[in-house]
C-alpha cells in the first residue's frame, strides 16, 4: 500500500521573500507587514501577505489600494511566480534525501512518496518530525499530513489539523468533517454545492453516486474516488518512484574523499543485503550526497544484468567521487535501485573445470566499460530484417539474450566488423570495365593497389518504402570486396549504374578484419 506525505506552506511566497530579505539570518528581528501583488484583469491585488500582514485584516486577493488605505505602512514588493517556481522546483531536490519520489504540487506544496522508506526514520512519525525540523530551520513554515493517497493527504494538509497521520486505509473518516473544497472541486462545483448547504466532505459520501454525478458532474465523483482510494492518480515524479532505498545519516558532516568511499561501499551493501534477502537485484543505481547546504549531488551507475553485489556496485561508483563537492559536509547519504526484478540464487562453483557463469566474467567488464564510455558507446550488434546495409543491422543491450523472432545472420553475404556511419569517397579508382572490380583507389590520402576482389553484389534502397517520384537507378549500389597489397580487406561500392556521360563514383563503406 502507497503512503503519501503532503506538505503545503500557505505563506510559500512570504516565506520565500523573508530568507531573501534576510529574516533567516535574524529571526528575532521585528518585520513589518508585508504583502506581495500582482495584476490579475488590469487590477493590482495582493497575491499573499504575511502573518503580520494577516493579522491587521489584509488578505490575499484584496485590492492593493484598499490594503495600502487599511494599512498605511504595508510594504509591498511585486510577486514572482518564476522565482517561486524556482525555489519549489530546488526544493524538490531537496527532499530527495527523504524519497526518491517527490512531486512539485505547484504552486505551494508538494508530494512524497513514502513507501517503504519511513522505518529509515523509525516510522512515519519520526520521519514527519525530522521533515518539519528541517523545514523549520530553513525558515520555510509547511502543514504535512499523511495519507494513502495523494487526494487524502492533500485535504488533511490543507484543511485537517496539522501533521495528521491517517492510519491505512482509515483516510475516509478523517475527511468526513472536512469542507468539500478539500476535495480540490472545480471552483464552480464547489460554490454549488455550498449553495446547497453541503458543509462536509461525509455529506457527499452519503449521496448516491448516479446523482452526486449527475448534479455535479464527473470531476467531483473522481476526486472522491481519488480521495478514498477507489481510483490510482498519478504524480509527476522528478525522479522514478522505487521502494529501494537505503540511507545513512552522520553525527557530523563529512568531506574527505576517503570517507565518501567509505560510505558508498556501508550505505551500497545496506542496501544490497535488503536486495538479496528479497531475492531482486537492480540494473540501475542512484547515490546522492545529501549537504549541510541543501544541495545533493548525485552519480548513478547502471549493470548489464540485474545484480546485487555490493562490493561491484561500490567499484563502479568511487572513481567517479571525486567529481563530487562536498560543500561544506555532507551529512547523510541515500541510494536508491531502479529497474529492480528478480534474480535468482546460484550455488557457487563446486567443480574448478565447470564453465563460468556470464556474472563470473563477462558482466563486470561489461559494466565498468558502459559506466567509464557511456551507456551508448557499448552495445551487441543485431540483424535486422533489412537487406540495406544503414539498416540491416540494430543496436542491442551487451549482454541481452537474443529472442525467438530475431533473425539469424546471413552468412551467404558476410558484412564488415566496422561499418561506418557515413560511407567515405574514394579517389583515383580505376577500374577496366564499368561492371570490374577497381584496381586501385585512393582514401584518406593513401593509395591501395587491389590484389583480389570479389563481387558485384547489387543493393538498391528499399524503393517500395518511398514516393514513386523519389525512385532512382542513382540509389543503386554495387558492392565489391577487395583486399590490397598490404593485407587490408575492404567493403566498397560504386553508386548509380554505369552512364557514359558520368565519371563513376566509388565510396567506402566498411573495413574487414
Known amino acids: 500500500m502507497s503512503r503519501i506525505l503532503c506538505a503545503w506552506s500557505p505563506t510559500w511566497a512570504i516565506a520565500n521573500w523573508r530568507r531573501r530579505a534576510g529574516a533567516a539570518e535574524q529571526p528575532d528581528a521585528p518585520l513589518p507587514p508585508f504583502a506581495l501583488v500582482e495584476t490579475v484583469k488590469q487590477a493590482r491585488r495582493l497575491a499573499a501577505v504575511s502573518r503580520e500582514a494577516m493579522a491587521l485584516g489584509l488578505h490575499a486577493g484584496q485590492k492593493a489600494t484598499d490594503a495600502a488605505a487599511l494599512v498605511p505602512d504595508l510594504v509591498t514588493a511585486d510577486?514572482?511566480?518564476?522565482?517561486?517556481?524556482?525555489?519549489?522546483?530546488?526544493?524538490?531536490?531537496?527532499?530527495?534525501?527523504?524519497?526518491?519520489?517527490?512531486?512539485?504540487?505547484?504552486?505551494?506544496?508538494?508530494?512524497?512518496?513514502?513507501?517503504?522508506?519511513?522505518?529509515?526514520?523509525?516510522?512515519?512519525?519520526?520521519?514527519?518530525?525530522?521533515f518539519r525540523a528541517r523545514?523549520?530551520?530553513?525558515?520555510?513554515?509547511f502543514r504535512l499530513a499523511i495519507a494513502d493517497t495523494p487526494g487524502a493527504a492533500w485535504a488533511l494538509a490543507?484543511?485537517?489539523?496539522?501533521?495528521?497521520?491517517?492510519?491505512?486505509?482509515?483516510?475516509?473518516?478523517?475527511?468526513?468533517?472536512?469542507?468539500?473544497?478539500?476535495?480540490?472541486?472545480?471552483?464552480?462545483?464547489?460554490?454549488?454545492?455550498?449553495?446547497?448547504g453541503l458543509r462536509r466532505v461525509g455529506q457527499l459520501m452519503e449521496i448516491a453516486r448516479a446523482p452526486l454525478g449527475r448534479r455535479f458532474g464527473r470531476a467531483t465523483l473522481e476526486r472522491l474516488d481519488q480521495a478514498l482510494g477507489r481510483s490510482a492518480e498519478a504524480l509527476a515524479?522528478?525522479?522514478?518512484?522505487?521502494?529501494?532505498?537505503?540511507?545513512?545519516?552522520?553525527?557530523?558532516?563529512?568531506?574527505?574523499?576517503?570517507?565518501?568511499?567509505?560510505?558508498?561501499?556501508d550505505v551500497t551493501a545496506r542496501l544490497c543485503a535488503r536486495l538479496e534477502r528479497e531475492g531482486r537485484g537492480g540494473r540501475r543505481f542512484e547515490i546522492a550526497f545529501h549537504r549541510v547546504d541543501g544541495k545533493t549531488p548525485s552519480l548513478a551507475v547502471g549493470l548489464s544484468l540485474a545484480g546485487r553485489d555490493a562490493r561491484r556496485i561500490a567499484r563502479l561508483l568511487q572513481p567517479r567521487l571525486e567529481t563530487v563537492d562536498p560543500g561544506f559536509g555532507i551529512e547523510s547519504v541515500t541510494i536508491c535501485a531502479y529497474a529492480v526484478e528478480a534474480v535468482s540464487g546460484r550455488q557457487a562453483r563446486l567443480d574448478a573445470g565447470q564453465d563460468p557463469a556470464v556474472e563470473d566474467g563477462l558482466a563486470p567488464l561489461v559494466d565498468r566499460l558502459v559506466n567509464r564510455l557511456g551507456p551508448t558507446r557499448v552495445f551487441r550488434a543485431r540483424p535486422r530484417e533489412s537487406h540495406v546495409p544503414e539498416l540491416s543491422v540494430g543496436r542491442d543491450l551487451p549482454l541481452e539474450t537474443p529472442t525467438a523472432e530475431t533473425p539469424p545472420w546471413d552468412r551467404e553475404t558476410p558484412r564488415p566488423v566496422r561499418l561506418f556511419r557515413q560511407p567515405e569517397p574514394l579517389e583515383a579508382v580505376i577500374a577496366l570495365t564499368p561492371d570490374d572490380p577497381p584496381s586501385q583507389f585512393r582514401w584518406r590520402g593513401r593509395v591501395h593497389r587491389v590484389r583480389r576482389a570479389e563481387g558485384p553484389e547489387r543493393i538498391a534502397r528499399e524503393w517500395w518504402k518511398q514516393d514513386i517520384g523519389d525512385v532512382s537507378v542513382r540509389h543503386v549500389r554495387?558492392?565489391?570486396?577487395?583486399?590490397?597489397?598490404?593485407?587490408?580487406?575492404?567493403?566498397?561500392?560504386?553508386?548509380?549504374?554505369?552512364?557514359?556521360?558520368?565519371?563513376?563514383?566509388?565510396?567506402?563503406?566498411g573495413l574487414f578484419p
Open 158 to 196: 490543507h484543511y485537517g489539523p496539522d501533521g495528521t497521520i491517517a492510519s491505512p486505509g482509515w483516510q475516509g473518516e478523517l475527511l468526513r468533517p472536512l469542507p468539500p473544497q478539500a476535495l480540490r472541486l472545480d471552483p464552480d462545483a464547489a460554490a454549488q454545492i455550498q449553495r446547497l
Open 478 to 509: 554495387d558492392y565489391y570486396r577487395v583486399e590490397d597489397t598490404g593485407g587490408g580487406r575492404f567493403w566498397l561500392f560504386r553508386s548509380g549504374l554505369y552512364q557514359p556521360d558520368e565519371p563513376a563514383r566509388w565510396w567506402l563503406h
Open 237 to 265: 515524479f522528478r525522479r522514478p518512484a522505487t521502494p529501494w532505498v537505503a540511507r545513512l545519516a552522520f553525527f557530523e558532516p563529512i568531506s574527505a574523499p576517503e570517507d565518501m568511499a567509505r560510505v558508498t561501499e
Open 79 to 130: 510577486a514572482e511566480p518564476e522565482a517561486d517556481a524556482e525555489a519549489l522546483r530546488a526544493l524538490v531536490d531537496w527532499c530527495v534525501r527523504f524519497s526518491p519520489a517527490v512531486a512539485a504540487d505547484a504552486p505551494d506544496g508538494l508530494f512524497l512518496d513514502i513507501s517503504g522508506v519511513s522505518h529509515l526514520w523509525g516510522g512515519e512519525a519520526g520521519m514527519l518530525a525530522d
Open 135 to 141: 523545514l523549520a530551520d530553513n525558515g520555510l513554515p
